[in-house]
């Protein structure tokens, strides 16, 4: 991808402009946050619209906050510099956006004051994230970092490291994707993604109180089953072995996208196949991608001027 451009401070470049100092904060210390967004190509009109790209800012600039990362930018501004960056690169694909604001500053130290804060903002086209249209997932080992210990709710990329020891272990073991519990043992979510639970025709997913990133696909799920399919949607902790009763299971994020999971722990969930709920919520979640529902049309920024 080293001939792509990026937004870098202010400005987009070719990225092979950029480099990092290996003294940075970022590096040394993990002290930087970001966003993961989804723009849809949508064939039919040659149009790419970004999805939901408003949230994701809001969220980027709240976590930034909490990092006392300060960027010189409004969610705006930040809309407007992505959609330039599209264009510059003028994908005609599903695009992966990456923003990354980062304590740039190259001093010993993992101070989050008086710093060096930077932003780069890289996207490069992206299909299924796991390859797969359904998931054989394990509870993992690792405990869910805490709020008030390594925030889930930042973003922080130093987070990740939790997230990519939980997938170490049962990527390693076969399964397809891990699940969290947190330290009291509730069902938390995935390393990249939330989760659901269909039990009694109710749709379930664990409360920000256990420690999941409130995210944005969660969101657009539990709105589509009350608008859409006039569900009940309860957010309440999760016990484990519910997962092994549940009707039905899926995984909602946005690389993950909305992807069933037929398996825990080598229990089948359900019928082992794709439960109804979560097909038609998939079904309603990427009709809504490529602003063809104008109910949800608010949701889709297009990137070409037509
Ligand atoms: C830990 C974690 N949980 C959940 C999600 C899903 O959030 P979203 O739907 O906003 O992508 C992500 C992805 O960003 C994540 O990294």
Redesign the pocket.
Known sequence: MNESYVFYQGKIVEEKEVSISIRCKAFNYGLACF???RAYWDEENEQLYTF?LR??YE?FLQSCKTLYINLPYTVDELIEATIELLRKNNFKTTTYIRPIAYKGADKIGPTLFDDDDRIVIYCQPMGSYTGKTELKVAVTSWARIEDNMLP?RT?ATA??LN?GLASLEVLRKGYDEAIFLTRNGHVC??????IFMVRKGKLITPPPSDN?????????VILLAKNELGLEVVERSVARTELYAAEELFF?????EVTPIIEVDDRVIGSGEHGEISTKIKELFFGITTGKNPKYAHFCTPVYEK
């Open positions: 966003e993961g967004i939901r949230e994701h969220r889930p973003k987070a990740y997230s979510e995935g390393p990249g993604e939330n999941i990133l409130e995210g944005i696909t969660r969101d657009t909602s994020g946005t690389a993950m």
